[in-house]
């Protein structure tokens, strides 16, 4: 079955410490987002990529870094100069670069810091 | 940005139609109304999306006002599984992005 697989499910990262969230689908969907969201709160988008090789700022970028070197791959770096890293982050893709198309998630990946 | 404005919450029986409602008075002529729900740990789902006609699928009915500053998330007959909370989404005018409000949380009484 076609979907977007996060990995890992729970993560944990130790203070100064750079950690790599996985984003994989196999929908063959041109764009793909990474959203965090907070206990009780919506979702905050942190980065897009309309295209391979491409990838644009969303509203709460600092801290975070992306690569989109393949069509089916968006992993999401959480630097350590991230200072409130806890959270639940979500991938989603869309099948074209428009706003205006739905958005398939994934089942999201739980940061905690120890 | 587009704002949309949601009931904080709601309530309604099994087997009940629900109502969900949600303002959105400055989506711009073209952007598409969008609806997704979010169980307890896990990534929100699709519902449903219209411009500017009313909408229906397999999972629910969107009507949508006439002058577009609101819109309506109809599901028919509500089942336990149908908690959750729904979010009412429109783009941002001159922004290429999604914006998330609070949502509404729905709770469904056996």
């Known amino acids: 079955d076609g979907g977007i697989t996060q990995s890992p499910k729970y993560l944990f990262r130790k203070e100064g410490q750079n950690v790599t969230l996985s984003c994989e689908q196999n929908?063959?969907?041109?764009?793909m987002y990474w959203y965090r969201q907070d206990p009780g709160q919506g979702l905050r988008l942190i980065y897009y990529s309309q295209i391979v090789n491409d990838f644009q700022k969303g509203d709460i970028a600092e801290g975070y870094s992306v690569s989109r070197e393949k069509k089916e791959s968006f992993p999401l770096t959480v630097t350590s100069a991230q200072k409130n890293p806890t959270a639940f982050y979500l991938c989603?893709?869309?099948?074209?670069?428009?706003?205006?198309?739905?958005?398939?998630f994934g089942d999201g990946t739980r940061l905690s810091i120890l | 940005d587009a704002k949309t404005t949601q009931p904080n919450s709601m309530e309604s029986n099994e087997e009940e139609p629900v109502h969900l409602p949600c303002n959105h008075s400055?989506?711009?002529?073209?952007?598409?109304i969008h609806w997704y729900r979010q169980l307890p740990s896990q990534g929100p789902e699709y519902v449903i999306h219209g411009l500017t006609s009313n909408v229906n699928n397999r999972m629910a009915s969107l009507a949508i006002a006439e002058d577009r500053k609101s819109s309506t998330l109809i599901l028919h007959r509500a089942t336990l599984r149908d908690a959750a909370v729904y979010y009412c989404?429109?783009?941002?005018?001159?922004?290429?992005?999604?914006?998330f409000g609070q949502g509404t949380r729905l709770t469904i009484n056996p």
């Open positions: 989404i429109s783009k941002s005018q001159g922004a290429q992005k999604l914006v």
């Open positions: 929908l063959n969907h041109d764009a």
């Open positions: 989603a893709s869309s099948i074209t670069r428009g706003w205006n198309q739905p958005q398939h």
């Open positions: 400055t989506i711009s002529g073209t952007d598409y």
